[in-house]
């Protein structure tokens, strides 16, 4: 029934920022961007090695009410070193939320909260690896 992931959603009440917030973190620009009201509403960027999607959206057209506690699911985001992720977010303007942490042989996660209130979560995930090198051959 489930796929794959296809775009992930954080929200923003400034979207402009938080996509440039994101460009630098991500090194890349989005390559889409929606108006709403003459102001940017959202902004997608394709990124990692499989060009999954990151979307951000207006928070005014997020679908659950605004608490101004992060919450959520946390989408972990396939990175080659966690202590370096998470020490290059912090430096970036994000807040730690969780520290790294190994979670089993291969598996290590750690948690930020982004400059927009979203749980952004990396991670050194073992599986990862595999499919990925499997699929190249």
Do not use: K
């Not at 977010?89 to 948690?111: K, Y």
């Amino acid at each position: 029934m489930l796929r794959g992931l296809t775009t992930t959603t954080y929200f923003a009440d400034d979207v402009t920022a938080a996509r440039d917030w994101y460009a630098e973190v991500l090194g890349t620009e989005a390559y889409f961007g929606r108006d709403a009201d003459g102001t940017l509403a959202y902004a997608e960027f394709r990124i990692g090695d499989y060009q999954h999607e990151l979307g951000i959206l207006d928070r005014r057209f997020a679908p659950v009410a605004r608490t101004g506690e992060p919450a959520g699911a946390v989408a972990y985001w396939a990175v080659d070193d966690v202590e370096a992720a998470y020490a290059r977010l912090l430096a970036l303007g994000a807040v730690g939320h969780d520290e790294p942490t190994e979670r089993g042989p291969g598996f290590v996660t750690a948690i930020v909260v982004d400059p927009f209130g979203n749980l952004l979560g990396v991670m050194e995930n073992a599986h990862y690896l595999e499919v990925l090198t499997s699929r190249r051959g």
